[in-house]
Every structure is written in C-alpha cells, then in structure tokens.
C-alpha cells in the first residue's frame, strides 16, 4: 500500500534501505531544513508515520513536503496533526514560507490532509518524480503564506 501512495519508499522495502534511509538522515545538519522526522502516537511513542522535507529551493523559500501514516492508524488525524507541526517548525526556525506538495489522484485521503492546512491543488501531472510508477496520475498542491 505505501509504495501506492509515495513516490520514495522504496518497495519491496529491505533492512539495507532502512540502514542507507538512517544514515543519510541522521547526520542531518539542524541548519538544513531537509530532514525526516518520526511520527509517534502520543499514548505509547510508537512510530507510526514519518513526515518531512524531501526538497528545499533557498531562492524561492519552497520546501516540498511529504508524510506518510501506517496503515492500521490511518482516520485518526495523525497526519493532520504531524503536518501542522511540520508546517510550524519550518516557518519559525526556517522561515519558510511556500510550501508543495504531491498526491496522487486516488489518494483523496491525503488530498483532505493537504487542504486542511491550507494547501490548495494544482495542476494534473503525468510524473511527479521518477520514483512514481509510470504514468502514474497526480496532483501539485501548493502553500504560500
């Protein structure tokens, strides 16, 4: 289902790109705002999502951004509530200001994430990035404050 609805998860997922994924993020300098957090369920702390910055153009102060939620916790508002602590942060410590993101055109569920904080869609793309499956359909959304 995840490689459904992401364009960089890779599939079938292998421990050696969970290892290559932490060792790329964890030496992550706190000046560069492209980074992955965890998402953790606040009544236990387990990780059950990741949101963060896949890309970051410093002329135009544009993050595109990017979250997922594990199945089993999807309608609960988890993603809403990682997206919105996303957005914060980025605009305080960053102060970044345009935002983007991708949805492919089945996935309606993260296109009402994406419009509860503000975005607004865009144009119809055939391939957002060469990780979608070919001919894939999706959506840019976009956030300018």
Sequence with gaps: MYRQNTSTIPYPYQLSDAKQWIEYNIHKDDKDPTKVWCVEKIDDSKVCGMVGVASYDK???????????????????????????????????????????????????????????????GE??????????????????????
């Design 59 to 121: 002329e135009t102060n544009q993050a595109e951004i990017g979250y997922w939620v594990g199945k089993e916790y999807w309608g609960r508002g988890i993603a809403n509530m990682a997206l919105q602590a996303l957005l914060s942060y980025l605009q305080k410590k960053f102060l970044i200001n345009h935002f983007v993101a991708c949805t492919f055109e089945h996935n309606k569920a993260s296109e009402r994430v994406l419009q509860k904080n503000g975005f607004i869609r």
């Design 124 to 145: 119809k793309v055939i391939k957002c990035s060469a990780n979608y499956p070919q001919g894939s359909v999706a959506f840019l959304w976009e956030k300018v404050e």
